[in-house]
């Protein structure tokens, strides 16, 4: 599957990968100790939802589209992410995961974003230019490793590949290994779209093998049943989730799955540990 940000800003994933990357650094900044973000596959930074990209798949008006137009308070910090990229009330830019973690930032945490694809990487290089962040343009998997530990007593990872390469599940399993053994208290996140049950269910199980604790899967299924030709969902793995993340989690998750359900189906998003 090849996913390219550009065309799926602001999709039915981007609001569910958003509102819970909010939940989580908001969670970890409960604590004063500085945090170093990094995002490995960080696109373009902001996008225009009017673009021949984003109309060519139309998919922001069963996502964020959707989130502004209901009324549930729990989506309020994801709409009010939007709103800061926005001057009219409703959204023509979107902002990716850089322009939403640059809005979290406190004085005492850094963000070093990473972005392989050189058109990509100097459309970032503009999205950014107001924020304090290092921008970087080298393979996700080398940076990734490279970054850890990080210079912070605490840190996060989020890592958002368009899965345009046969093995890039893999390389996620092994580079995601590897920094384990180098920063096992660690914060990452790791995206990825779903299409079928089966296919996705063979690489969880993998990683439940790889057997890194405290390991939490949250998967948004969009269709009541498998849609193989189709994009049906996406889901983040989480590990190392603060307490206070997990808690808030059941009514956001809820929240997220009522407002983004298509017509004619309930839909079905969930949190479950792999590893404890």
Not at 209 to 232: C, S, T
């Amino acid at each position: 599957m090849n996913y390219r940000h550009s065309f799926h800003a602001g999709n039915s994933a981007d609001v569910v990968k958003h509102s819970l990357l909010i939940a989580l650094v908001r969670a970890l900044q409960l604590k004063d100790s500085a945090l170093t973000l990094i995002d490995t596959h960080a696109g373009c930074g902001l996008y225009d939802l009017r673009s021949d990209e984003a109309g060519r798949t139309g998919e922001a008006a069963q996502g964020v589209l959707r989130a502004f137009a209901d009324a549930n308070p729990l989506l309020e910090d994801y709409r009010a992410a939007v709103r800061a990229v926005n001057e009219a009330p409703e959204p023509r830019l979107y902002p990716g995961s850089p322009r939403i973690l640059a809005q979290l930032l406190r004085p005492q945490d850094a963000l070093i974003l990473n972005e392989k694809h050189p058109e990509d990487a100097y459309a970032l290089r503009g999205a950014m230019r107001t924020a304090p962040a290092a921008v970087h343009e080298r393979d996700a998997y080398e940076l990734w490793l490279a970054m850890l530990p990080p210079r912070t007593p605490r840190g996060l990872v989020v890592v958002d590949p368009p899965y345009e390469q046969t093995d890039e599940r893999t390389r996620i399993t092994a580079t995601l290994t590897a920094a384990h053994r180098k920063w096992a208290h660690g914060v990452t996140v790791i995206w990825y779209p779903l299409k079928e049950r089966p296919t996705h269910a063979v690489w969880k199980d993998k990683l439940r093998k790889a057997g890194i604790p405290k390991f939490l899967n949250v998967e948004h299924w969009l269709y009541d049943a498998d849609q193989p030709g189709i994009y049906n969902g996406a889901g983040l793995f989480i590990i190392n989730p603060p307490y206070a993340f997990t808690q808030s989690l059941p009514p956001l998750l809820e929240a997220l799955r009522a407002a983004l359900a298509p017509e004619g189906h309930r839909g079905e998003i969930s949190a479950e540990w792999l590893v404890v």
